[in-house]
Nanobody, 124 residues
Framework: QVQLVESGGGSVQAGGSLRLACAAS????????MGWFRQPPGGEREGVAV???????SYADSVKGRFTISQDIAKRTVYLQMNSLKPDDTAMYYC??????????????????WGQGTQVTVSS
């Protein structure tokens, strides 16, 4: 069973930066995808960025140029560096994991394993 442990959320002023991390355990293959999704208060879940172990990645248009997803395959860990944060980025951020390579589009239904979430709050 895959388990995900997220870290790195917090509160920051607009224009600031945060880095999220998510460590996966319980999966031996090096062929997998991990990603970040977010759900704002009162809103629906949306995809932010995904990356696979073939190093392909995709970003939501709303974060392109500001967020960077990266990975350490040996540690089964994915990172999300968030720069130039805006109040609209305020949300609960969830890490997701899927066996196989799923990066052409960011789709929550491709991911079967989810973390507990970490809150990101950006004040103006």
């Amino acid at each position: 069973q895959v388990q995900l442990v997220e870290s790195g959320g917090g509160s920051v002023q607009a224009g600031g930066s945060l880095r999220l991390a998510c460590a996966a355990s319980g999966y031996r293959s090096t062929r997998y995808s991990m990603g970040w999704f977010r759900q704002p208060p009162g809103g629906e879940r949306e995809g932010v960025a995904v990356i696979a172990t073939d190093d392909n990645r995709s970003y939501a248009d709303s974060v392109k140029g500001r967020f960077t997803i990266s990975q350490d395959i040996a540690k089964r860990t994915v990172y999300l560096q968030m720069n130039s944060l805006k109040p609209d980025d305020t949300a609960m951020y969830y890490c997701a994991f899927a066996p196989g390579l799923w990066t052409r589009i960011i789709r929550g239904s491709d991911f079967g394993y989810w973390g507990q979430g970490t809150q990101v709050t950006v004040s103006s």
